[in-house]
């Protein structure tokens, strides 16, 4: 059937994450950005949420399986708080969420019980390579097997928190197809280089890293044998990315409309007008058009069904509406809305990057 | 309850069904149809008849079931003694009624389905579907039980029959409010005498000329009162003083009729009023409301009439292409497609967007929810989207999208009809931005 209710764990859950946001994200978000530094405190309680080890089985310590809907429906809510910070918390996901969905028995008994403890884990990963013709299914990053070894070699950009990193999840062509490489922080040859300065979510921490002649057991590559299939991590990654840019628009309009509607102009608010008010009407319209196209991805990847083309148009989607509904918001605000006292420059800023980071985040 | 995308096997079962009656008695008829403008699709028709009225005799029981309920809970108040306030549960449905409200709880659901592929099959002859349409509906949803069995027994039998609802006027269309078709009452005669002119009445002349069927006429009982004073009326076919003085040529849909019908001291029964004749202002008046709270029905049924239309000009452009050798391409990053391969992605994308939206309003109503602003959400996205979908259609296929020899151009000029009745694009957008605002029609015009 067609139904759009949530369980209740379901809504307790995004319930408790939208209490997070707002009282840790929405506090901090401005200074974060401006000082280029997610506070360790926020870092703390966000991992205390106990959100990535609900996704991962008891028996590798976490107390949950993964769901693609149930993680969307979280993500719009940390996204609504703050995109940079939520980027920094969802760090280790990036290394996590791959290694249970592609890793080996053995990969998964070594690395996710590092992802159930008590401290914020140092893990990372590396797809984003620093050309303008960006494709993660023909990267230039290489793996080529030597004896019992592989050997990588290239250059990462847009690397989170790479300069704290105990592990990398490294992306590289091998034999035509890209695969996955778990790369230790402290390998010989893995070279972290400067920090990279973005439009926007500059809160996050990330580095541009090169890996000379890195030499991994081949044991390290990410499913064994079987390898990973790098169109279903895309998937995964559109519909993590598209929850979080629902966020980010819904952050937006709900500011806008509220301004809107205290805004005096012409002795009235401004929302009395329908040059504002159809503005914010299709706004909402899109922006729930694009939720339900992330909720319908989401459904069908936890079902087992072929998700990749719903996933694909939910994101294409959500890259044009979170711009269309940030630059709404700023044009709602006017002159206002250009000024850093508001929010909405920043939610602007932080659109524009959907577009760019496809295949980069996966939650 | 959790979040579920998938169509119901009994619905799969069903379009599979209604894709026949597409395919073989709607799209071999196109453009014939379109050519010769009000011509009859009697291959559909005929095909259609038996499964309609016996979906109208299901309607029937339902709404009667409903009425005869509602009426035992307003006399057990009464008898009670107790007064205006009191909320009265109607109590659970007898057991012989339990399957018929199963199958309610998807009915919407299941129209907006069949809908869709009707549409996909043509949707100006998808609009002849014998049976009492939108007029058929207001009588089931306010009509007594008498009144159901009396106006709408004739669309279970028979040859077949249409209905129709009729609010525009000349002077009057997004401001429904200001119609000016009068109703007085004749206590001499106990009949309501209607006078004035309604315009793009969908299947009047079906209706009232072609057929043996009744329209639901809004008109008002007193000017003075406004949107109080409105009132619907049943006019049957046959009625003297009701004349059909046009029939419109259009720029799409031109299988459908879409008529000009005179009222000229026209007299009905005291009886053919739906729901209470007494002028009632503020919370109490159900009458405009009612009519009003029927597009919240409507509107995913047009939304949904969009999108097949939408969803036939994509298949046929994507699959046009693809026989040129343009195909979709589903992984790739933006650098690498090409601007038509863009194009047909943002038109699915765009597709999928209207439809979702559609779907969630019309759960929300076979949930007999609250989905005014779902509905209005869903019509305006379909309407705008699918009038983008298929002008990109037209565009992609060069100089034989715009040429009749396929059904593109058809179909571009079918599709707009749908960003203009039951409420413009702009309407509905009215409507969303006063829901999201929380304001009243003084406050946002």
Redesign the interface.
Known sequence: ???????SE?KMLVDTVRRYAEKNLRAVYREAEESKHVPEKVVQTGWELGLLPGFIDARYGGYGEYSA?TSALYLEEMAWGDLGITLHLLTPNLFAIPIAQFGSDKQKEQFLAMFCGDSFPRATAALVEPVV?????ELQTTAVKEGDNFVINGKKTYVPLADKADWFLVYAQENGTTQAFIVPGDAPGVKVGKRVKLMGIQALEMHEVEFENVVVPKANRLGGLKGIRI?KL?TLSRITLAALAVGVARAAYEYA?AY??ERVAFGEPI??R?SI??M???M???I???R??V??AA??FD?GEDA???A???K??ADKMVLEVTDGAVQVLGGHGYIREHPVELWLRNGRGF?TM?GAVVA | MAIEFKTPEVIEKQLRNVQIVAEHAMRPDSRRLDDNEHERPWRYINMMLPQMQEMERANIAAAKARAARKKAAAEAVKSNGHHGGVAVLEGPPPAEEAAGDARESIANMTLVHMIEMLSWGDAGIYLCIPGGALGGAAIQAVGTPEQIERFLTRYTEGPPKWGAMAMTEPQAGSDTGNIQTTATFDPATNEWVLNGQKIFCTNGKLALEESDGMVVVWATVDKKAGRAGMKPFVVEAGTPGVIIAKVEHKLGIRASDTATIIFDNARIPADNILGDPEVQTGPGNKGFKGAMKTFDSTRPIVAASAIGIGRAAFEFTRDTLAKEGVKMEYGKPRWKLSTVQADLLEMEAQLRAAWLLTLKATALLDAREENKLESSMAKAKAGRAVTMITQKAVELLGPLGYSTEFLVEKWMRDAKINDIYEGTGQINTLIVAREILGYTRNELK
Not at chain 1, 133 to 137: N, R, S, V, Y
């Open positions: 059937m067609y139904s759009f209710d949530m369980t379901q809907l013709q960006f494709d993660p299914a169109q895309l409309l809107a509607k929302a009395h329908q008010a159809f914010l009407a299709n909402r319209i899109e729930e058009a694009t339900l196209m909720w319908e459904y069908k079902a990749a083309k719903s694909l148009l939910a294409q989607y577009v496809d």
